[in-house]
């Protein structure tokens, strides 16, 4: 009777243990199904894309006049005649399309771009710039409203840091250097681990946008201004001149780097403090963090509707207020070295109250101011 029952109750243990294993195995197959479905599901969906449409705070606000195309049109269509509008608008698109589409064997004639870049320098640009740039060049990227400084527009011809005279275009190797290095105490990264046949490709695309956003930019202004059809091809020309390789000139080096000493660095600053020569301390301030008082007085202007405003601050040619470099941090957006002072010196920030200094000051002047403006970010020069 005992074995019976022993043999009764191992029976049942063993039933209830099998049990307890395949419900533990039932588990462990939900658990896995469970984890798998999660590290699946992001694969899974629809990625979200840039938000193109996302509405832009910060454009067109305050004194801005940083306008699309389609506003200037739309604008030109408004005060002029509708029908010349319209006439425009067809002008615009058609002609862009002759002499600045990607196919344009009229551009490819010219001989002023690497032609067969493009497909690939657009898709870079589009992976890799237009989140912030946007896809047409206008910088107005679903990112901008956010970035401080707003990213540039390369639509109008003025780029920042360039190595030719005011007024000039980019030359390749300028647009490589920033795509290269960055703009420090910027939202622009360096793309230096990019490879650098795309960063090529990016300079030819950026480029191309350049040229057929001036182009366009410049058939609607000179509608405006003379209040009849431009003729296309005499303005295709000058834009294509303006781009030509062969006709930048480079600025630096204007004179070799004089040498570093107390009495050069004194000169810089008489120079930095000068209202009749560089007047660098109504922006930058006295001690160089960039709050002289240009940036912190007040100032009557017109603002991109034609409206009489008064306003704190700087702005540059797009009416978005910006902010000098503050010279006691040591950081340098073009780069720190002797010869990127020099070439910001002497050529300017495009687009920016920053002029040109090359011909208000001689070479030994610039680098003497070079000097004191390095002695700042190292405590120096109170």
């Known amino acids: 009777m005992d074995v019976r029952i022993m043999s009764r ?18 588990l462990s ?14 694969f899974a969906r629809t990625p979200d894309g840039p938000a193109w449409d996302r ?10 006049k940083d306008f699309t195309l389609a506003e200037d049109l739309e604008y030109f269509t408004e005060v002029m005649d509708a029908e010349l509008g319209a006439e425009l608008v067809t002008l615009v698109e058609e002609s862009s399309e002759t002499y600045f589409g990607m196919r344009s064997e009229w551009l490819a004639g010219r001989g002023i771009l690497e032609v067969d870049r493009l497909p ?11 989140g912030c740039h946007g896809r047409n060049g206008d910088g107005a990227g679903p990112a901008a409203t ?33 795509i290269t290095r960055g703009l420090a105490g910027s939202a622009m ?12 490709d990016i300079v030819e695309y950026v480029r191309y946008l350049g040229m057929k956003g001036e182009y366009e930019h410049m058939l609607v202004t000179v509608a405006t201004d003379e209040e009849e059809l431009p003729d296309p091809l005499e303005y295709a020309e000058l834009v294509s001149d303006r781009w030509d390789p062969d ?37 930058h301030g006295d001690t160089g963090k960039g709050d002289g008082p240009a940036v ?56 920016t109250p920053m002029g040109s200094f090359s011909g208000v000051l001689e070479p030994d002047e610039i680098w003497d101011l070079i000097h004191f403006v390095q002695s700042l970010g190292e405590g120096g020069g109170q």
């Open 9 to 26: 109750c191992t029976r049942r243990s063993g039933r209830i243990a099998h049990q307890q294993r395949r419900g533990q195995a039932a």
């Open 29 to 42: 197959l939900l658990f896995f199904l469970f984890a798998g479905a999660l590290f699946a599901l992001p």
């Open 55 to 64: 509405e832009d705070l910060t454009r067109n606000g305050g004194i801005s």
């Open 120 to 130: 690939a320098g657009r898709r870079a640009y589009e992976m890799e710039c237009s």
């Open 146 to 178: 956010f970035l401080e400084p707003r990213p540039r527009n390369f639509r109008r011809g003025a780029y920042k840091f360039t190595t030719t005279s005011t007024g000039m275009r980019p030359k390749r190797s300028d647009l490589f250097g920033t």
């Open 189 to 200: 990264p360096s793309f230096r681990l990019l490879n650098e046949e795309r960063r090529h």
């Open 247 to 283: 006709q930048l000139i480079s600025v630096f080096p204007g004179a070799p780097e004089t040498e570093r000493t107390p009495e050069s660095v004194a000169r810089g600053r008489e120079i930095y403090f000068d209202a009749s020569r560089a007047n660098c301390v109504s922006c």
């Open 296 to 351: 912190t007085g007040a100032k009557d202007v017109v603002n991109g509707f034609g409206e009489d405003v008064t306003v704190a601050g700087i702005y540059d040619d797009w009416g978005y207020r910006m902010f000098p470099r503050d010279f006691s941090s040591g950081v340098f957006r073009a780069g720190e070295e002797g010869k990127d002072l020099y070439i910001t010196v002497a050529t300017g920030i495009g687009g």
